[in-house]
């Protein structure tokens, strides 16, 4: 059976995500999550664009140990050095160098002739296989450009050394039938004596990146690109999620596998879906809430005499663990940490204490704590090491127009704790507009989202905000957990504005 291979971008593609913002010690732990759930090569990022990325890359270079890291470069030298001074010391690096070849993008956006585009796919792919063992090549756009070019600038890559070729579908424009057949006809008119990988690169503005994805693979495809959650640019990425799922449950109809570990992708899902602030949707394949829900009645009955029958994916296959009992109060270290470890982390005792601590808090407020709830709390323990600011205490008071008011303490450094007061039109507002003043700004809130991260009346909060600079339009994303609907929306409003100032400081 062939094993396909997963190319993951969500720290690059997936970063481009409008609001997302990962920093370093972010991307190194989704990266390790990455390897965890097997993906074979992540594109940890593209270390030219900013000090920031080259950082991450570099980190993650260092981090992994089985997975190869990849670097995006454009077909510049400085680029491609740049990309191998952050890969140095990766067990297994590899660069990613593309070059637009649609007519749109060659004339309004490169400014080149055909001619130039392909002279410089020569010149920098060769310059890239000088520094790289792997070198993979992107013709951006390459849905929508010509195919007897498509076919030239692919063979001029292979010519100068790339191994690997991706296909990207920049803009969503394919559908499975066209993007199936290209993949056909590339494979089939390549020459090569080396073996060369053919990869997908699907963005899902049509709603079709997962579909094409499987149809590059039904036509030859050995790699498959994509996101966790397909975050990304507008509509997103390929779900990497999807692919394996699909691939593993229609082993059958692929003859294809992966070397994703299934029970590993809820909890990748919930890591990203908190670090990058966006929220999955209910509904999502594989990942979203009611993925695993049966609601009608004979859908129900269904399902309680055979599962098979209205469901296809068992939830524990992807790590969505419907029957495990949950700690309480009475819970003692012991059972706790035990628990931790048949979740998957391995903690230090400093660690285990930590979180021990925020259990009990927890189990104080919450009758069961759910294994949703025990990764919830480890991803919060590990996000609030990295912030300075932090929500110290929310007051909240009526105002007697019919206002509220709300007086919050936070500490916006090491040292400082600042408490302000403002009113709102509601709760939220009142607490908002307090942290505005401590904050000294005035991003606008694009979108605030909330949801229970398990079923019950004691469920805890999870909130999502955006906010954005009002003269740039850019955004920042920000989350928040607790068992208080008020303090998550606050926690949450403090990362955004945490994230907002940091650009605003490193812009000036
Ligand atoms: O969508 C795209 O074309 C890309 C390339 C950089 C591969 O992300
Ligand atoms: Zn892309």
Redesign the pocket.
């Known amino acids: 059976m062939a094993i396909i291979q997963f190319f993951d971008t969500t720290l690059r593609?997936g970063e481009q995500t409008p609001g997302v913002n990962f920093n370093t010690k972010e991307k190194v732990q989704i990266a390790m999550q990455l390897e965890k759930w097997g993906i074979d090569t992540i594109e940890a990022g593209f270390p030219i664009a900013s000090e920031g990325d080259f950082e991450a890359v570099q980190a993650i270079a260092q981090a992994a140990k089985r997975m190869t890291v990849a670097g995006?470069a454009r077909c510049q030298k400085k680029d491609i050095d740049r990309a191998h001074e952050a890969l140095k010391e990766a067990v297994h690096p590899q660069i990613h160098v593309?070059l637009a070849t649609s007519p749109v993008h060659m004339e309004y956006k490169l400014k080149m002739t055909p001619d130039e585009v392909i002279a410089s796919i020569t010149e920098h792919v060769s310059y890239a296989k000088s520094k790289f063992d792997k070198v993979q090549f992107?013709p951006?756009?390459a849905t929508r450009t010509e195919k007897n070019f498509l076919l030239k600038a692919v063979q001029t890559a292979i010519d100068a050394g790339a191994t690997i070729i991706?296909i990207?579908d920049?803009v969503g424009y394919s559908n499975p039938t066209e993007y199936g057949l290209l993949f056909k006809y590339l494979i089939e008119n390549i020459t090569s004596q080396e073996e060369i990988i053919f990869s997908s690169?699907c963005?899902d503005d049509l709603g079709m990146a997962t579909a094409n994805a499987l149809a590059a693979i039904e036509n030859g495809a050995k790699r498959v690109e994509g996101t966790v959650n397909g975050i990304g640019e507008r509509a997103g990425n390929t779900a990497l999620e999807e692919v394996a799922l699909a691939l593993h449950i229609r082993k059958d109809f692929y003859q294809a596998d992966s070397n994703i570990v299934l029970n590993e992708t809820k909890r990748t899902s919930d890591l990203v879906s908190h670090l990058s602030g966006v929220a999955v949707p209910r509904n999502k394949a594989i990942i979203g809430a009611n993925a695993y829900a049966h609601e009608s009645g004979i859908h129900q009955d269904g399902v309680l005499k055979n599962p098979d029958t209205y469901e296809i994916i068992t939830p524990s296959l992807v790590g969505v663990n419907t029957n495990s009992l949950p700690l309480g109060k009475l819970s003692g270290r012991h059972a706790f940490s035990t628990k931790m470890e048949e979740l998957g982390y391995q903690l230090n005792e400093e660690e285990i204490k930590i979180a021990f601590k925020r259990f009990k808090a927890l189990a104080d407020k919450k009758k069961q704590v759910t294994d949703e709830d025990l990764i919830a709390l480890m991803i919060g323990q590990s996000q609030e090491t990295e912030e300075i600011c932090r929500l110290e205490r929310v007051q909240l008071q009526y105002v007697s127009d019919g206002s509220q008011g709300a007086i919050v303490s936070m500490k916006t450094d090491k040292e400082e704790t600042k408490t302000e007061s403002a009113i709102g039109s509601g709760s939220i507002q009142a607490i908002y507009n307090s942290i505005d003043k401590i904050m000294a700004q005035q991003p606008e809130l694009k979108q605030y989202a909330i949801k229970a991260i398990t079923g019950g009346e004691d469920a805890q909060a999870e909130v999502y905000v955006t906010v954005q600079d009002r003269e740039t339009r850019q955004q920042f994303n920000g989350t928040g957990i607790d068992f208080d609907v008020l303090q998550a929306s606050a926690k949450a409003y403090v990362q955004a504005s945490e994230r907002f100032k940091k650009e605003m400081e490193r812009s000036k």
Do not use: K
Request: net charge negative; proline share 9%.
């Open positions: 593609d995006l593309f992107s951006e756009d991706n990207p920049t690169h963005h």
